[in-house]
């Protein structure tokens, strides 16, 4: 199978490393929260590992004014190098549960209240599934030679839990 090639689409301002113009049109939280003065501060930055910047991790809020968030993370150094945008965002995303909070999981169901039993209720539900591995950047940062190394990773594992019975 041929490997596709997709061009970043890339805001002309983020692309001169240069502030944004977000249009009133934009409901983003990224565009709630980004200040000329937080940008500033942080547009030269890149993440250690990912070499992950602001401008890229606004691009996406910048090209899709539709977007909820307006943001996304590149690696896991993205959440503490921009925590001056990313912690009111997942702050405000998550109705006031900031970073200083630590969740707490309950897992039992008598517990529960309400009908969840009546599937008429049920508007839509979701799955999401994500790929974090300590020592690689996110997808949205890595290059091809790293997710070819983390296929492989995933491969071996695969096998041996295989070996094991345990898949």
Not at 44 to 50: E, F, L, N, P, V
């Amino acid at each position: 199978m041929a490997e596709e090639q997709y061009e970043v689409v890339m805001d002309p301002n983020l692309a001169n490393n240069n502030y944004p113009v977000i249009s009133k049109n934009n409901k983003s939280l990224m565009a709630k929260y980004l200040t000329p003065e937080i940008w500033d501060e942080l547009k030269d930055h890149q993440t250690a590992k990912g070499h992950w910047s602001l401008a890229r991790a606004i691009n996406t809020g910048c090209v899709n004014e539709d977007s909820t968030i307006g943001l996304h993370a590149g690696d896991i150094d993205t959440y503490t190098d921009f925590a001056k945008l990313f912690d009111p965002v997942i702050k405000d995303c998550h109705g006031g549960y900031g970073p200083d909070q630590k969740h707490v999981t309950d897992l039992d169901a008598t517990k529960l209240v309400g009908d969840i039993n009546d599937k008429s209720r049920i508007k839509s539900t979701r799955i999401r599934v994500a790929r974090n591995l300590c020592g690689f950047p996110l997808n949205t940062s890595s290059t091809k030679e790293q997710r070819l190394t983390i296929e492989n990773l995933m491969k071996k594992v695969r096998k041996m839990n295989y070996n094991k019975n345990f898949i």
